[in-house]
């Protein structure tokens, strides 16, 4: 294919090619369609993407193993009206899975107890203690959300207690089942016409699960003589923790996304209005929103706070409880960034092995932000980043995160099997394991023979992917408004990245945490403001701080909307940046 502006070797090291084949040439579709079409949409279904809505990706629920044993359950308890308890997670999906379950739970007439393990003392997943503690307290059916899939012990010990067990979960499954009373899980390994949806986030395998609860109840009369659960009400829910799981945003998903936006933007759950308000947003929110400024303050309270602010905020009808929630999630966000800026700092000094997969550990790093800091170091370093915080027992909680086309979670359950990993499991592009602090290097080891060809196939396939090549006023608030015709967009569903000059650096500085701002002028006489986040200190920041003013750059990014001044305009977020002579 030929290089977008004859570009191979950026200033970042990368090639520029087009993100579809037949973005070379002219083509007769609009600009929404061409969006679609580049990101693998068929000519039959562009109407469909267009609008992308329940109804039109929604899949029949029983089409997933065991979907029909836990909705027959579910009803079962709704009629008797048992104790029913659910076991979240403590992150963002796990935390919406559980308010999705106990809103719905609630409206059909329980009145379910919720259980978020504490991160620090109980670590992820249910442990046979909690869930004894569940059933001795009455308990009589348990669902875990966005966890189960290899609790084998755990619900083992739930199954003698004499407890029923329905798992709600995404993660790599074993190739055996834990037991439980169901198992609803599109990743299972005996999993048939369900696994094309193994891209869902837990949130969307709960809604699933209430909608086939909810029809199983319809079939039974229930709702001869009362209204049905809206569960469309809740979807502000789902499309909360699909976007912050970093869930593709395809098929249903992006559907998730794009109703639960509109749902949202209703304030109907006090809990996110609040959340809203305490993130300083002004605006309806947008996806981006979601994964940077929701996301993050209901994952501060497991990650350096109580485990369960997230879920209580996301389900409390008190508006002032909601209030005092979201400020306190608010301020123990600002505490998150404080700590994850030392382990980023000290994980970054013994990044520099050569290894294709990087695993730092250290003592006494904080294991609630772990996660964070290994995205932030597989992102600044282009492979996949393990970090692991070790307790003063020796034992090492970790968090990893992946790039396209490496199976990490994969490789930690391949890990634990083979007895390096006390506990571990996780998906394609993010993993958790338990590890003893002496294991570490074998750990390293393995995942370096089992994953370092993966890692290098990625890499040599890398590029720097473009929709649309702008002269500098091309780039306004109307190709914004045009563009956000192909979205939501997220991981899986990239926003459109366009290529805009040449052009002219007039100012550039540094602000905030290494972040370059510059205001650009192109040839075509408009100028541009520019961002390049956390490029401070890389090749694209110093050759923005330090252009002549005579040299003209490319600069490839994504157009967005800077609505802080008096009338909304256009910025690009520069990523990448190639000198035009």
Same mark, same amino acid.
């Given at each position: 294919?030929?290089?977008?502006?004859?570009?191979?070797?950026?200033?970042?090291?990368?090639?520029?090619?087009?993100?579809?084949?037949?973005?070379?040439?002219?083509?007769? %579709? +609009?600009?929404?369609?061409?969006?679609?079409?580049?990101?693998?949409?068929?000519?039959?279904?562009?109407?469909?993407?267009?609008?992308?809505?329940?109804?039109?990706?929604?899949?029949?629920?029983?089409?997933?193993?065991?979907?029909? #044993?836990?909705?027959?359950?579910?009803?079962?308890?709704?009629?008797?009206?048992?104790?029913?308890? =659910?076991?979240?997670?403590?992150?963002?999906?796990?935390?919406?899975?559980?308010?999705?379950?106990?809103?719905?739970?609630?409206?059909?007439?329980?009145?379910?107890?919720?259980?978020?393990?504490?991160?620090?003392?109980?670590?992820?997943?249910?442990?046979?203690? @909690?869930? &004894?503690?569940?059933?001795?307290?009455?308990?009589?059916?348990?669902?875990?959300?966005?966890? /189960?899939?290899?609790?084998?012990?755990?619900?083992?010990?739930?199954?003698?207690?004499?407890?029923? &067990?329905?798992?709600?979960?995404?993660?790599?499954?074993?190739?055996?089942?834990?037991?439980?009373?169901?198992?609803?899980?599109?990743?299972?390994?005996?999993?048939?016409?369900?696994?094309?949806?193994?891209?869902?986030?837990?949130?969307?395998?709960?809604?699933?699960?209430?909608?086939?609860?909810?029809?199983?109840?319809?079939?039974?009369? =229930?709702?001869?003589?009362?209204?049905?659960?809206?569960?469309?009400?809740?979807? %502000?829910?789902?499309?909360?923790?699909?976007?912050?799981?970093?869930?593709?945003?395809?098929?249903?998903?992006?559907?998730?996304?794009?109703?639960?936006?509109?749902?949202?933007?209703?304030?109907?759950?006090?809990?996110?209005?609040?959340?809203?308000?305490?993130?300083?947003?002004?605006? @309806?929110?947008?996806?981006?929103?979601?994964?940077?400024?929701?996301?993050? #303050? =209901?994952?501060?309270?497991?990650?350096?706070?109580?485990? %369960?602010?997230?879920?209580?905020?996301?389900?409390?009808?008190?508006?002032?409880?909601?209030?005092?929630?979201?400020?306190?999630?608010?301020?123990?966000?600002?505490?998150?960034?404080?700590?994850?800026? !030392?382990?980023?700092?000290?994980?970054?000094?013994?990044?520099? +092995?050569?290894?294709?997969?990087?695993?730092?550990?250290?003592?006494?790093?904080?294991?609630?932000?772990?996660?964070?800091?290994?995205?932030?170091?597989?992102?600044?370093?282009?492979?996949?980043? =393990?970090?692991?915080?070790?307790?003063?027992?020796?034992?090492?909680?970790?968090? /990893?995160?992946? &790039?396209?086309?490496?199976?990490?979670?994969?490789?930690?359950?391949?890990?634990?099997?083979?007895?390096?990993?006390?506990?571990?499991?996780?998906?394609?592009?993010?993993?958790?394991?338990?590890?003893?602090?002496?294991?570490?290097?074998?750990?390293?080891?393995?995942?370096?023979?089992?994953?370092?060809?993966?890692?290098?196939?990625?890499?040599?396939?890398?590029?720097?992917?473009?929709? @649309?090549?702008?002269?500098?006023? !091309?780039?306004?608030?109307?190709?914004?408004?045009?563009?956000? /015709?192909?979205?939501?967009?997220?991981?899986?569903?990239?926003?459109?990245?366009?290529?805009?000059?040449?052009?002219?650096?007039?100012?550039?500085?540094?602000?905030?945490?290494?972040?370059?701002?510059?205001?650009?002028?192109?040839?075509?006489?408009?100028?541009?403001?520019?961002?390049?986040?956390?490029?401070?200190?890389?090749?694209?920041?110093?050759?923005?701080?330090?252009?002549?003013?005579?040299?003209?750059?490319?600069? &490839?990014?994504?157009?967005?909307?800077?609505?802080?001044?008096?009338?909304?305009?256009?910025?690009?977020?520069?990523?990448?940046?190639?000198?035009?002579?």
């Amino acid at each position: 294919m030929t290089p977008v502006l004859g570009i191979t070797a950026s200033i970042m090291g990368q090639p520029w090619r087009w993100r579809a084949l037949a973005a070379d040439g002219p083509s007769g %579709d +609009d600009l929404v369609d061409r969006l679609l079409l580049a990101r693998g949409v068929s000519r039959e279904a562009l109407g469909q993407h267009r609008a992308p809505s329940i109804r039109g990706f929604m899949p029949d629920p029983s089409t997933f193993r065991d979907m029909d #044993r836990a909705a027959e359950r579910l009803a079962d308890a709704v009629e008797h009206r048992e104790r029913v308890a =659910i076991f979240g997670d403590y992150d963002v999906d796990g935390a919406t899975s559980a308010a999705l379950m106990l809103l719905v739970l609630r409206d059909l007439g329980l009145d379910p107890r919720p259980y978020i393990p504490d991160r620090l003392t109980e670590g992820y997943g249910p442990s046979g203690p @909690a869930l &004894v503690r569940l059933a001795q307290e009455g308990a009589t059916l348990i669902v875990t959300v966005d966890c /189960g899939a290899q609790a084998f012990d755990a619900l083992a010990t739930a199954r003698d207690a004499g407890v029923d &067990v329905i798992v709600a979960d995404h993660h790599q499954c074993a190739s055996t089942l834990p037991h439980a009373h169901a198992v609803v899980n599109p990743n299972r390994v005996d999993e048939v016409e369900g696994r094309a949806h193994g891209h869902l986030a837990a949130v969307g395998v709960c809604f699933l699960l209430l909608a086939a609860t909810i029809r199983t109840l319809r079939a039974r009369g =229930i709702f001869a003589g009362r209204a049905e659960p809206r569960l469309l009400d809740h979807l %502000d829910l789902v499309a909360l923790g699909t976007v912050a799981d970093v869930a593709q945003l395809k098929g249903l998903n992006r559907a998730f996304v794009a109703q639960g936006l509109k749902v949202m933007t209703q304030r109907r759950n006090i809990g996110i209005a609040a959340l809203i308000e305490a993130s300083r947003l002004t605006r @309806a929110p947008t996806a981006t929103d979601l994964g940077f400024a929701l996301g993050p #303050r =209901i994952n501060a309270g497991g990650r350096v706070g109580r485990a %369960d602010l997230g879920v209580r905020l996301l389900t409390t009808s008190d508006p002032d409880e909601a209030r005092t929630l979201a400020l306190e999630l608010d301020a123990l966000n600002n505490d998150r960034r404080t700590i994850e800026a !030392g382990v980023q700092e000290a994980a970054e000094a013994i990044a520099g +092995d050569g290894r294709q997969i990087l695993v730092a550990s250290g003592h006494g790093w904080h294991p609630g932000v772990i996660g964070i800091v290994a995205g932030r170091l597989k992102e600044k370093l282009g492979r996949p980043a =393990i970090v692991i915080a070790i307790d003063e027992h020796g034992v090492g909680k970790g968090s /990893g995160r992946s &790039v396209p086309g490496v199976d990490l979670g994969a490789a930690v359950l391949a890990a634990k099997e083979a007895g390096i990993l006390t506990l571990g499991g996780g998906h394609a592009m993010a993993a958790g394991l338990t590890v003893a602090a002496d294991r570490i290097p074998d750990l390293a080891d393995f995942l370096e023979a089992r994953l370092a060809d993966a890692v290098q196939r990625s890499t040599e396939g890398r590029a720097l992917l473009v929709d @649309a090549v702008l002269a500098t006023g !091309g780039v306004n608030p109307a190709l914004v408004t045009a563009m956000d /015709g192909g979205g939501p967009y997220g991981a899986g569903w990239p926003a459109p990245r366009v290529a805009a000059g040449p052009v002219r650096v007039i100012r550039a500085d540094v602000v905030g945490n290494g972040h370059v701002r510059c205001v650009v002028a192109g040839d075509d006489g408009a100028s541009l403001k520019a961002m390049a986040f956390r490029h401070a200190e890389t090749p694209l920041g110093a050759a923005l701080l330090g252009a002549a003013p005579h040299r003209r750059l490319w600069l &490839v990014g994504r157009a967005k909307i800077d609505d802080w001044g008096s009338k909304p305009a256009a910025e690009l977020h520069v990523e990448d940046a190639a000198w035009a002579d």
